[in-house]
């Protein structure tokens, strides 16, 4: 579930958005930007610390966010906040600790993302190793053996991976 401050976030982002967006086509009607979750800040994990499935909550009792596996029509593949698909990047390398997915790219492609009082609880399935890098612009990122993870954008609901295969299928589902 959203913390009341992620959804004031998002509601700005989104104003943002969609100023930007009238701006530039007037007339038109802009692709609605805040369906996929975009739990943005940082964690207090540095790259060499990984939230294990064991933790539940942080020592100040911060929010758990979901890595959970689930089954969509491509497949099995990890799930984020409210059971939305996660998808890799072919573009990252792995293992880099970078993401290459920054700008415009990381508003079609949210990164899955924490705070600092929150941890990432594991559930069934998701077995591989789970670290945290740091983007660019300073936020701490979930990835999973060693690929950072991301929603689209064009995923409304759980089981949605639409997607899985864009960019000539640079982007793919999360298998666990």
Known sequence: M??????????????????????????????ASA????PAASVAATPEESPTAGE?????GGEDYPLAVATVKDGQTLTGENGLTLYIFKADTKDS??????GECATNWPPYTLEADE?????????????????????MQVAYNGMPLYYFKGDAAAGDDNGQGLADGKWVIANP
């Open 2 to 31: 959203f913390g009341r401050r992620l959804a004031l976030a998002l509601l700005a982002v989104f104003t943002l958005v969609l100023g930007a967006c009238t701006a530039s086509q007037t007339g038109s009607s802009p692709q």
């Open 35 to 38: 369906q996929a979750p975009t």
């Open 56 to 60: 539940s909550e942080s020592a100040e």
């Open 97 to 102: 600790g970078k993401s290459v997915c920054n």
């Open 119 to 139: 941890q990432l609880k594991t559930e069934d399935g998701a077995t591989g190793a789970i670290t945290m890098i740091t983007r660019d612009d300073g936020t």
